[in-house]
């Protein structure tokens, strides 16, 4: 379960394949809290390795309740220079 924390504008542009978008600032606990995961992992990132939007917003998972929660370090940014797919943009 991949999530997209950047603003919608970047996620717009482009996004790792499959990700919703969630920007860290409309992260409510209730919200997340209702997130269905499917049972499958919770990957966070945003725009880059130096953001700590990603980081964040995995802590505020963590406290809604979910278990298993990482964040993807290189962000968006790394998945594009190692050359993984992505779509839209």
Known sequence: FIVDA????????GRIPGAI???F???DPARLESV????????????????EVSL???WLFLE???SRVTYFR?????????GYPV???
């Open 6 to 13: 950047r603003e919608p504008e970047d996620y717009a542009l």
């Open 21 to 23: 978008n969630m920007p």
């Open 25 to 27: 600032g409309t992260a």
């Open 36 to 51: 269905d995961t499917g049972g499958r992992p919770i990957i966070i990132y945003c725009g880059e390795e130096e953001c």
């Open 56 to 58: 964040n917003l995995a």
């Open 64 to 66: 809604a309740g979910h």
């Open 74 to 82: 290189g962000g968006y940014q790394g998945w594009v220079e190692t």
């Open 87 to 89: 779509e839209g943009g």
